[in-house]
């Protein structure tokens, strides 16, 4: 088994300007811990599937779930999480929901985490 090496400083000197310009750009914890929420939600690959099709189209319930081979009820959950989380928005055309991406951010976090992952 290799052992992971870490490398550590011979001298415990803090470089104080660096702490402190780091310390200016960093959010404060909440906001890091919204991110880190928002980042938990792109851990699913079934919202990550509704996600590409609505990259595509807006498209109800019944389409996703035919789309994805899965339950109308198993849908309506993932896209309730989505949309409680700000990422789809929906439009009601008589007695049918319409899913959509809810603004041009969500398809611009799932083109670069695409990118990183073919590099």
Same mark, same amino acid.
């Given at each position: &088994?290799?052992?992971? !090496?870490?490398?550590? #400083?011979?001298? &415990? =000197? %803090? ?5 402190? /310009? %780091? ?9 890091? +811990?919204?991110? @880190?929420? $928002?980042? /938990? $939600?792109?851990?699913?690959?079934? *919202?990550?599937?509704?996600? =590409?099709?609505? +990259?595509?189209?807006? &498209? #109800? %319930? #019944?389409?996703? @779930?035919?789309? $994805?081979?899965?339950?109308? !009820?198993?849908? !309506?959950?993932?896209? @309730?999480?989505?949309? /409680? !989380?700000?990422?789809? /928005?929906?439009? *009601?055309?008589?007695?049918?929901? +319409? ?6 951010? %969500? ?13």
């Amino acid at each position: &088994m290799e052992e992971l !090496s870490v490398e550590r #400083c011979e001298l &415990m =000197y %803090v470089h104080e300007d660096i702490v402190k /310009k %780091v310390e200016q750009e960093m959010p404060d914890d909440e906001r890091l +811990f919204d991110l @880190a929420e $928002l980042f /938990k $939600l792109f851990g699913d690959s079934t *919202r990550i599937r509704i996600l =590409y099709l609505l +990259f595509e189209s807006e &498209m #109800c %319930v #019944c389409d996703i @779930a035919q789309m $994805l081979h899965m339950t109308q !009820s198993a849908i !309506s959950h993932q896209l @309730a999480i989505l949309k /409680k !989380s700000k990422l789809v /928005k929906n439009r *009601r055309e008589g007695k049918t929901v +319409f899913y959509s991406l809810a603004d041009g951010h %969500v398809r611009t976090i799932i083109d670069q985490g695409m990118e990183h992952v073919t590099e």
